[in-house]
């Protein structure tokens, strides 16, 4: 049973426009939100988080929606830089329990 | 300020061969956490320890497995008598504290285990 789910596996993006990488979750206890980047061979890399308690997130150029009645976030790159092709990877977790609960990961390919 | 640390970076074992994977948390950390990932999958967790406590291993198959983190030195999580089925990359993560709203975890390198 898979709670959260990212379900483009890739995302396609020319450099210097928006990318979007969106996220679904089942699980309404799950109250706080995290988005990782990763790159071959390398750990996943903090990147932006949310709390249930807000909608909108910036930092940057990265800026995270949270649409709760959709059990739904989204993950906003602008302007899109070549260094940001990688995995994206949506985390969630639920009230104090710890464990991150992670989406398959979209790859992101920006093009020059 | 160091980050997480993970050794061996690549680990081959044979069938019925010990795996032992290293972590060392970053600098005034004291939780840390194992992850597994599957090719194509994302990461799932395998278990929570403080500093000589097993916090929660829930996410540890029941046998074969298991995780310590002494008083003194890294993290070890251990496998024995691995499988092919072992083969994964296994990353260690490391927070300060854990809240209402949890501390961000950060992530080492990962070890990636090669089951022959």
């Known amino acids: 049973d898979q709670q959260v789910k990212q379900n483009s596996p890739s995302l396609s993006v020319q450099e210097g426009r928006i990318s979007i990488l969106n996220c679904d979750y089942t699980n309404s206890m799950f109250d706080y939100f995290l988005w990782y980047k990763k790159y071959p061979a390398e750990g996943p890399t903090f990147l932006i988080s949310i709390s249930s308690i807000k909608d909108k997130n910036e930092d940057g150029r990265f800026t995270v929606f949270l649409n709760k009645s959709a059990k739904h976030l989204s993950l906003h790159i602008v302007p899109s830089q070549p260094g940001d092709s990688a995995v994206y990877f949506c985390?969630?977790?639920?009230?104090?329990?710890?464990?991150?609960?992670w989406g398959a990961g979209t790859k992101l390919i920006i093009k020059p | 300020n160091a980050g997480v640390m993970q050794n061996p970076r690549h680990l081959v074992r044979r069938r019925g061969q010990e795996a032992r994977l290293r972590c060392s948390p970053m600098k005034g950390h004291s939780h840390v956490y194992w992850y597994r990932q599957l090719p194509e999958e994302g990461l799932k967790f395998m278990v929570y320890?403080?500093?000589?406590?097993?916090?929660?291993e829930s996410g540890m198959p029941k046998e074969r497995f298991s995780a310590e983190f002494p008083k003194e030195g890294p993290s070890i999580l251990r496998i024995q008598q691995v499988v092919r089925g072992d083969s994964a990359a296994y990353f260690c993560?490391?927070?300060?504290?854990?809240?209402?709203?949890?501390?961000?975890?950060?992530f080492g390198p990962g070890t990636r285990l090669l089951v022959l």
């Open positions: 320890l403080q500093k000589e406590n097993i916090i929660d």
């Open positions: 993560a490391s927070s300060p504290f854990v809240e209402r709203y949890q501390e961000t975890q950060y």
């Open positions: 985390a969630a977790s639920a009230g104090s329990n710890y464990q991150l609960i």
